[in-house]
């Protein structure tokens, strides 16, 4: 039998762009435009696309660089992975300011006219960097992930709790959001397209198999190894790649990342267990290796069928958010429904 543990994330290739409500054009004065957009509550207007952009979370970063914007980038923070190696070269020459979370102090010594952020919880109402009204009153202009405000409500903890299973067109909307401020539009439209089609080409490539009534988990992280870990909710992005490929999600919480014990999991006995795999450190669960140690030797994992069978995927950390991976993060997973059928002929 193939062992699902040597696959690996595959989505560090082409990105992506979004659709949904295009922002609006106005004529202002004589020959001048100015573009209107509502994000997250925040109304935006730029008589000119941004020069200058300080980027807090790995997604815009790459979204940004996806539409041939790095030249207007002057610093990054929050990375959970390694930049895809398309982007090495122009990321090389940016100024990383921080791994994790920058101080205000840090984002706004770069003189930036654009702050874009991944979560709310890093740039919003009780930002961790900084609230979006103390950037706007210095007259530095934001813009968040729209997947954050579209069917979630982040004001219950850090992640939230959705409303409505996640879809790739809140992925859409903002890419196509951004390549609106840049004014790059065709350029959104080219990778719309893209991404459309490998999500369609997934699917397709497990749709044999989606009578087979499998299950699974995603395993994001733990504050400690042998801790209630934190394991996709019900509607969050694993959610999504699931339910695109027929796949029964064993976790019914709508948290985006809930924290379930062990031995729920191991009650609902999955067919395959999806462990992330980043090069952030924060928590010891973090390193996929020490994942996979504690899954073979913890008295309760250990009897799982999915641990038994050596059905374990593991899938680049930044697709399982809302991000230009997380159509890679359906891929991987197609790959791995096929392989575990083709198998077990």
């Given at each position: 039998?193939?062992?699902?543990?040597?696959?690996?994330?595959?989505?560090?290739?082409?990105?992506?762009?979004?659709?949904?409500?295009?922002?609006?054009?106005?004529?202002?004065?004589?020959?001048?435009?100015?573009?209107?957009?509502?994000?997250?509550?925040?109304?935006?207007?730029?008589?000119?696309?941004?020069?200058?952009?300080?980027?807090?979370?790995?997604?815009?970063?790459?979204?940004?660089?996806?539409?041939?914007?790095?030249?207007?980038?002057?610093?990054?923070?929050?990375?959970?992975?390694?930049?895809?190696?398309?982007?090495?070269?122009?990321?090389?020459?940016?100024?990383?300011?921080?791994?994790?979370?920058?101080?205000?102090?840090?984002?706004?010594?770069?003189?930036?006219?654009?702050?874009?952020?991944?979560?709310?919880?890093?740039?919003?109402?009780?930002?961790?960097?900084?609230?979006?009204?103390?950037?706007?009153?210095?007259?530095?202009?934001?813009?968040?992930?729209?997947?954050?405000?579209?069917?979630?409500?982040?004001?219950?903890?850090?992640?939230?709790?959705?409303?409505?299973?996640?879809?790739?067109?809140?992925?859409?909307?903002?890419?196509?959001?951004?390549?609106?401020?840049?004014?790059?539009?065709?350029?959104?439209?080219?990778?719309?397209?893209?991404?459309?089609?490998?999500?369609?080409?997934?699917?397709?490539?497990?749709?044999?198999?989606?009578?087979?009534?499998?299950?699974?988990?995603?395993?994001?992280?733990?504050?400690?190894?042998?801790?209630?870990?934190?394991?996709?909710?019900?509607?969050?992005?694993?959610?999504?790649?699931?339910?695109?490929?027929?796949?029964?999600?064993?976790?019914?919480?709508?948290?985006?990342?809930?924290?379930?014990?062990?031995?729920?999991?191991?009650?609902?006995?999955?067919?395959?267990?999806?462990?992330?795999?980043?090069?952030?450190?924060?928590?010891?669960?973090?390193?996929?290796?020490?994942?996979?140690?504690?899954?073979?030797?913890?008295?309760?994992?250990?009897?799982?069928?999915?641990?038994?069978?050596?059905?374990?995927?593991?899938?680049?950390?930044?697709a399982m958010e809302v991000t230009l991976r997380s159509v890679a993060g359906l891929e991987v997973?197609?790959?791995?429904?096929?392989?575990?059928?083709?198998?077990?002929?």
């Amino acid at each position: 039998m193939t062992s699902f543990s040597t696959l690996r994330s595959v989505g560090r290739a082409t990105l992506f762009a979004g659709l949904l409500s295009i922002p609006t054009w106005v004529q202002a004065e004589s020959t001048a435009k100015t573009i209107l957009l509502e994000n997250c509550g925040q109304q935006l207007a730029l008589s000119e696309p941004p020069q200058r952009v300080v980027t807090v979370g790995q997604a815009t970063t790459e979204m940004l660089y996806s539409l041939g914007l790095g030249d207007r980038v002057v610093g990054t923070s929050n990375w959970f992975t390694d930049v895809a190696p398309e982007f090495e070269k122009i990321d090389s020459g940016i100024e990383r300011i921080a791994e994790n979370f920058p101080s205000f102090e840090g984002v706004m010594a770069r003189k930036p006219d654009l702050v874009t952020a991944d979560f709310l919880f890093t740039v919003g109402p009780n930002g961790v960097v900084g609230k979006r009204e103390q950037f706007h009153k210095l007259g530095v202009n934001t813009y968040v992930l729209a997947s954050q405000c579209i069917d979630q409500d982040t004001s219950k903890g850090i992640d939230g709790v959705r409303t409505a299973l996640f879809s790739l067109d809140s992925l859409y909307r903002s890419i196509r959001d951004i390549a609106s401020l840049f004014r790059v539009e065709p350029r959104g439209e080219a990778l719309i397209e893209s991404i459309r089609q490998r999500e369609a080409m997934a699917i397709a490539s497990a749709e044999p198999y989606r009578q087979q009534g499998l299950s699974g988990v995603v395993w994001y992280s733990s504050a400690a190894l042998g801790v209630d870990p934190w394991v996709g909710g019900s509607k969050g992005v694993p959610a999504w790649m699931m339910a695109s490929l027929g796949v029964e999600n064993v976790i019914d919480s709508d948290e985006v990342w809930p924290m379930v014990g062990w031995e729920s999991i191991a009650k609902a006995n999955p067919d395959f267990i999806v462990i992330a795999k980043m090069d952030r450190r924060r928590f010891e669960a973090d390193d996929y290796k020490k994942k996979l140690k504690f899954l073979r030797t913890d008295p309760v994992t250990r009897e799982m069928d999915a641990v038994k069978n050596d059905h374990i995927i593991v899938m680049d950390a930044h697709a399982m958010e809302v991000t230009l991976r997380s159509v890679a993060g359906l891929e991987v997973l197609s790959k791995a429904i096929v392989e575990l059928n083709s198998a077990e002929r």
